[in-house]
């Protein structure tokens, strides 16, 4: 049990070691992250027992095998996050950079120049990874980082953590924390400790995100689940809208980008769903659908309100038949999470209306869902996806992890009247 006390600690300590990192230079931080990840591979044995232990206390609590597969470690999974951190330590530091800069009439010479945000705090559920990929993004930007993970992960958290730390030499180990507790009190503690920690980043499902939002003193970066839409227009190929359908849902339904609901223009319906609906059975997909979606096999289980924006995370996809691009827009500002929209069309001006009108964090013009993701868009990873608009939009990466100060250089400049 973490008390009030102990969070604020653990957060003042990453206040200090917040002021310590942000004048290091980038080699300095990119050699912790290569030590990092060397100790990563090194331990990796140890991890992975830890891990055990978290997957056969899920197990045992009843979770499904899709949450229990973002749960789950191995040596290939470190591996790969160790590579992962350090394709982190090969991407251009952000802080330093100058965003604008410009000589005023005056003779002033004005820059604004990215620093680092100061204490970024984790919340987040099930997946490991993210321990990893948010200690590494955080301090190549330069911040402190206080990892809140789930209780499920705390075991893997924990070794991951203590990990990463011993391979902090010549670096303060406060840039990363675990906040200590199990239980519901130390998020409450971490969500009210304005003035230590300067934002909160919450990762994982809609209770966890709408709670740190709602009810959170600390400045909130918010990330919002995966309600994703896979438009299939009347101008799609058909071959080309089955292959991004099935990678949008099946690849790997557990996370976030991966699909939800298909919309199907009513033109190409009667060609396009029963293939549609056969390769989806194939790969074992529940699909909840409308009465148009129904009328082509009896295998469809009727939709409710609900099912239209629900984020399923498993092999379930609610499915509608639409009269136009305007309907299956109106139907995903209704009830999408504007997280990621895609469309399916050989028009090139159904897609340009399409990524017009669609309001979402990413927009994908043929092309799969689950390439919204740090990592695939080149940031190396990811801190999380954001839903929202200020701030940061999309996967956010190293300079997301930045806010900016203005540098003013004179030569003894006074202001008169």
Not at 18 to 31: M, N, Q, V
Not at 77 to 92: F, G, N, Q, T, Y
Not at 143 to 168: C, F, I, P, Q, W
Request: with cysteine; glycine share 8%; aromatic share 4%.
């Amino acid at each position: 049990m973490g008390t009030q006390e102990q969070v604020l600690d653990v957060a003042r300590r990453a206040r200090q070691a917040a002021a310590e990192l942000a004048p290091l230079p980038r080699g300095t931080k990119d050699a912790a992250l290569h030590a990092i990840a060397d100790a990563l591979i090194a331990r990796a044995p140890e991890i992975v027992r830890a891990n055990a232990t978290d997957v056969e206390r899920a197990r045992e609590a009843g979770t499904s095998e899709y949450m229990i597969d973002r749960l789950s470690l191995s040596t290939e999974r470190i591996e790969a996050i160790a590579a992962a951190v350090r394709h982190v330590a090969s991407l251009p530091d952000p802080v330093g950079e100058s965003v604008r800069g410009y000589t005023l009439p005056n003779g002033l010479d004005l820059r604004q120049v990215r620093v680092p945000l100061g204490v970024v705090g984790i919340i987040y559920e099930g997946r490991p990874n993210v321990t990893v990929d948010a200690a590494a993004l955080t301090l190549k930007s330069g911040n402190a980082v206080l990892l809140r993970g789930s209780s499920s992960a705390y075991d893997s958290n924990t070794a991951l953590v203590e990990v990463m730390r011993s391979a902090l030499t010549g670096l303060p180990a406060d840039a990363i924390q675990l906040v200590p507790g199990r239980d519901r009190d130390s998020v409450k503690y971490l969500m009210r400790a304005r003035g230590l920690v300067d934002v909160l980043i919450p990762r994982g499902g809609a209770a966890l995100i709408n709670s740190v939002v709602e009810e959170s003193t600390v400045p909130v970066i918010e990330t919002g689940v995966g309600n994703c839409h896979v438009y299939v227009d009347a101008d799609a190929d058909l071959d080309m809208a089955i292959d991004i359908l099935i990678n949008a849902k099946v690849q790997r339904p557990s996370v976030c980008n991966a699909a939800e609901t298909v919309l199907v223009h009513r033109d190409i319906a009667e060609a396009f769903v029963p293939r549609a609906l056969k390769a989806l059975g194939e790969k074992g997909v529940t699909v909840h659908g409308d009465a148009a979606m129904r009328a082509y096999s009896g295998d469809v289980v009727e939709a409710t309100e609900k099912d239209w924006s629900e984020e399923y995370l498993s092999l379930d996809l609610a499915a509608a038949v639409v009269d136009s691009l305007e309907d299956a827009v109106a139907h995903i500002r209704r009830y999408g999470s504007a997280h990621t929209e895609a469309i399916v069309t050989t028009s090139q001006s159904a897609a340009r209306r399409f990524v017009a009108l669609v309001d979402s964090a990413a927009v994908m013009v043929n092309a799969s869902t689950r390439f919204t993701d740090g990592e695939e868009f080149g940031f190396g990873a990811e801190i999380g996806i954001s839903t929202q608009k200020l701030h940061a939009r999309g996967p956010m990466g190293l300079p997301e992890l930045t806010s900016t100060k203005y540098v003013v250089t004179g030569e003894g400049h006074i202001k008169g009247v």
